[in-house]
């Protein structure tokens, strides 16, 4: 569901990250703001006004037709508290991911492109071949995370290694440190979590049934 606009379109994306794109500009506006992005050929081939792109996991909805490469999007003053893109700055590198397509492969999980919360980056060193990043664990989404479980970090996929009362573990492969803004992340910097919404389902039903109790 695209928010940022004002208009609400049912999108769904699946964590799996087709390319980045560099942060050409972020101005602020009366509302929120508007962010540039220069698009790569092979996001850029294609989009029209309107459409939904999940911009380090948050959907937004393309504002105006793809010059040059160049993007626009509409941001409300809710995506920027909410989310870590008011943290941008010119040359930063966003994880991409177009709405997933009906008759499309589904390589990750449902990934509704609302972020719920964000996070700090505690730990990202290599270990062998691959890498191990630790992220602090906001209080509020530690009962949507199970050990081996899905989570969306900045838009990906990816599967909670180790759990612990205020930080979970996630191993990080070769190609995916290499294809998204993992390779420029640092320890520090903020990350959009959004948690599995089949989680979300089940806490609502059991509330229901139970009570809040």
């Known amino acids: 569901m695209a928010s940022d606009g004002g208009e609400f379109v049912e999108t769904m994306f699946t964590g799996i990250v087709e390319a980045t794109g ?3 500009g ?3 506006t009366a509302v929120g703001g508007v962010l540039e992005l220069e698009l790569p050929r092979s996001m850029a ?4 006004v309107g459409d939904s792109l999940a911009v380090n996991g948050c959907c ?5 037709p793809v010059v040059e490469g160049r993007a ?11 989310t870590n893109l008011g943290d941008l700055a010119a040359g930063e590198l966003v994880n991409l991911e177009r709405a997933m397509r009906a008759d499309s492969r589904f390589g990750g999980h449902f990934v509704l492109g609302h972020v719920d919360d964000t996070t700090r980056v505690l730990e990202l060193a290599p270990e062998g071949d691959n890498h191990r990043l630790v992220l602090a664990l906001p209080a509020a989404m530690a009962r949507y ?14 599967t909670v290694a180790q759990l612990e009362q205020d930080r979970l573990t996630i191993w990080i492969t070769p190609h995916t440190h290499r294809a998204t803004n993992l390779c420029r992340r640092s320890v520090g910097q903020r990350v959009n979590l959004e948690v599995d919404i089949l989680a979300k389902h089940v806490e609502r039903l059991l509330e229901a049934r139970l009570g809040d109790g």
Do not use: I
């Open 145 to 158: 995370l199970v050990p081996k479980g899905s989570v969306t970090v900045d838009g990906m996929s990816l």
């Open 60 to 64: 937004l909805t393309l504002a105006g």
């Open 72 to 82: 626009r999007f509409d941001l409300l003053g809710e995506t920027l508290r909410r």
């Open 45 to 48: 081939d294609g989009l029209a």
């Open 26 to 28: 972020l101005t602020a």
């Open 22 to 24: 560099e942060v050409a």
